[in-house]
């Protein structure tokens, strides 16, 4: 699909392509693709009806105020905090490359399908029609790629649906576990869960399941300094000089704060010389 149009191997090359090209970026991105539509606004109605359920089912009828105020607030403020990375994911150039970019010296590969001449690290996404710089992969939940311009937010996104997912599991599993413990159920009774509280138990566990292997395969992919679309096909090629700090630092910004943990925070651009990158 790429077509190998030159290649310039000198170390202030290969330090250059370290730090993205800063195109002009687009103010609206939104992937008009049906299926990732779909997905996107199902991860919206699933957050919000397990905030309904956990709140009509499970926090009112406790007739605890504290107990039910304290999970209400922790659950309501990491699940806007998920569904704010979900937005930012979503709405986000990924670090799209210009169409019909013009060949430059950090572009060293030729999209046929933009007309663009493109960095190393970039690959051609058919679903958003644009070649994206470190792509890592095209996510149908966020309906964007995964690129350098995003992946903060979808790393926190995938954090934030862990733990409120989490939350939601020991909220239901202690309760069941106290009992048990009390002697109040033995091994033998049989407990049927009413059917919101089922659902809202199957939703956690999904949110668990997928959240748990997204955020590990992103947080493997930074540590080895690979996109996950070059682990999964074996791609031999890496930049491979880059500590994971580094990589931390290039995807959350240069200084650690609690900024990381911010989706309303834009990560400032992290220029990555050979030497900082070095293990
Ligand atoms: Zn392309
Ligand atoms: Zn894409």
Redesign the pocket.
């Known amino acids: 699909m790429l077509s190998w149009v030159q290649k310039r191997d000198t170390s202030e090359n290969r330090t250059r392509l370290e730090t993205p090209l800063q195109g002009p970026k687009q103010r609206c991105w939104f992937v008009w693709d049906p299926l990732g539509i779909i997905f996107a606004m199902a991860t919206w109605a699933l957050v919000l009806s397990a905030a309904w359920i956990l709140v009509r089912d499970l926090l009112i009828p406790s007739n605890n105020i504290f107990y039910a105020t304290a999970n209400g607030v922790v659950f309501h403020l990491l699940a806007s905090l998920a569904l704010v990375s979900h937005l930012k994911s979503m709405l986000t150039d990924p670090g799209s ?1 210009p169409l019909g970019n013009p060949p430059g010296p950090d572009t060293v590969l030729y ?1 046929p ?2 007309l ?1 001449a ?1 960095p190393e690290n ?1 690959d ?2 058919t679903v958003c ?3 994206i710089r470190k792509n890592d992969h095209h996510c149908p939940w966020v309906n964007n790629c995964v690129g350098e311009d995003n992946q903060k937010y979808f790393l926190l996104f995938t954090l934030y649906i862990w733990l409120i997912s989490t939350h939601v599991l020991l909220l239901l599993s202690i309760p069941v576990l106290r009992s048990h413990a009390q002697g109040e159920q033995n091994a033998s009774s049989t407990v049927y869960p009413p059917k919101p509280i089922f659902f809202l138990l199957l939703v956690a566990l999904m949110g668990f399941i997928l959240a748990l292997v997204m955020f590990c395969s992103q947080m493997c992919a930074i540590y080895r300094d690979k996109t996950t679309i070059e682990m999964l096909y074996q791609n031999k090629h890496s930049r491979g000089r880059r500590s994971m700090w580094a990589n931390m630092k290039a995807i959350c910004g240069p200084r650690v704060s609690l900024t990381w943990l911010s989706p309303f925070h834009a990560p400032e651009r992290y220029k990555v010389s050979e030497n900082h990158g070095m293990a």
């Open positions: 490359v999209c399908l933009c663009s493109i970039a051609h996404c029609r644009r070649c």
